[in-house]
């Protein structure tokens, strides 16, 4: 059964800090590698896609992604308490018939 | 441009009854996906239509049930309602099958 597993946390993290989201999947032919924030009792909102081993930098946020360990990561730099979410991973894949695989999310705390 | 609508926001129904919800795509997006969310936990699974066809079904019992029409809108049925499939319902769409998707703001399902 293809997986993707996220530490659930919480991870608290100061204010102005970096914090890094960490996710692993078994699917070795995953190719599309997802980040989304979830409010409480709010839907997913798309952070970060990357699709190519290496990183993705957009404003505070940088997707890693290493294909050969099966990883995919989000840091957040300069956290700010708005941050405070959970972070879902999402990988995609041709042999699930296009469907997201998802974690079951980290919970982000950021302190001010 | 209006993203994904979904309707209706809330819904109460009782034990044995059926639901209908629905979708709007964003304009452009051919792929429409329906997931359930319970607290706590990643969204699941539940169909994967594509330009009007279904591509993907996930772990759900019969009485789930879904189709998209010609304009890419869908509706997604549940028959005979149990108490556990109180959840949020999310639906997202696509431009295809590998892109990111776009979620609505859901629908809160409360069975009694």
């Known amino acids: 059964q293809k997986e993707v597993e996220q530490n659930s946390g919480p991870l608290s993290v100061p204010e102005g800090a970096i914090a890094s989201l960490n996710c692993t999947y078994s699917?070795?032919?995953?190719?599309?590698f997802f980040w989304y924030r979830q409010y409480s009792g709010k839907s997913p909102e798309l952070i970060m896609s990357?699709?190519s081993n290496g990183d993705k930098e957009d404003g505070r946020f940088t997707a890693q992604l290493n294909k050969a360990s099966q990883y995919v990561s989000l840091l957040i730099r300069d956290s700010q308490p708005s941050d405070s979410a959970t972070y879902l991973c999402a990988v995609n894949t041709e042999d699930s018939n296009y469907q997201l695989i998802w974690g079951a999310g980290t919970k982000l705390i950021i302190k001010p | 441009d209006a993203g994904v609508t979904q309707s209706p926001t809330h819904l109460i129904k009782t034990r044995g009854q059926h639901v209908t919800l629905r979708c709007s795509p964003i304009s452009g997006h051919k792929s429409v996906s329906w997931y359930q969310q319970v607290l706590g936990q990643g969204p699941q699974f539940i169909f994967q239509?594509?330009?009007?066809?279904?591509?993907g079904r996930g772990n759900f019992p019969d009485r789930f049930s879904a189709r998209q029409f010609p304009n890419y809108s869908s509706e997604l049925n549940v028959n005979a309602l149990l108490l556990g499939d109180s959840a949020l319902y999310l639906c997202?769409?696509?431009?295809?099958?590998?892109?990111?998707?776009?979620f609505g703001s859901g629908t809160r399902l409360t069975v009694v």
């Open positions: 699917d070795r032919g995953s190719q599309s």
């Open positions: 990357i699709y």
């Open positions: 997202a769409s696509s431009l295809g099958q590998l892109y990111s998707y776009t």
């Open positions: 239509y594509y330009e009007k066809e279904e591509r």
